[in-house]
């Protein structure tokens, strides 16, 4: 059964950062491409970062520069480092593995307000 289980969210001021992470249970984790997507009040859910398994990253043209995704596969984790966060930032966050079908964690929230 796989299951994926955000954490780090929260509350920063302009400019701040958080670190997202995504824990992961799943068999052979390093095999797969793993992403992070977002979605803002009245928005359709949007692609943030994706880190294949060999470690190549692609992200959308918003977060290029102030986002890092990354892996750990040996902790079968997924991280979202973002700096310089803006209020367009604020998002439900999700960890997401397409398995034959795709699968999403439960998202954390991240609002950044002053």
């Known amino acids: 059964q796989v299951q994926l289980v955000e954490s780090g969210g929260g509350l920063v001021q302009p400019g701040g950062s958080l670190r997202l992470s995504c824990a992961a249970s799943?068999?052979?984790?390093?095999?797969?491409?793993m992403g992070w997507y977002r979605q803002a009040p009245g928005k359709q859910r949007e692609l943030v970062a994706v880190?294949?398994?060999?470690?190549?990253?692609t992200y959308a043209d918003s977060v290029k520069g102030r986002f890092t995704i990354s892996r750990d596969n040996a902790k079968r984790m997924v991280y979202l480092q973002m700096n310089s966060l803006k209020p367009e930032d604020t998002a439900v966050y999700y960890c997401?593995?397409?398995?034959?079908?795709?699968?999403w964690g439960q998202g954390t929230q991240v609002t950044v307000s002053s």
């Open positions: 799943i068999s052979f984790f390093s095999l797969y491409p």
């Open positions: 997401h593995v397409r398995i034959t079908n795709d699968y």
């Open positions: 880190i294949t398994s060999g470690g190549t990253t």
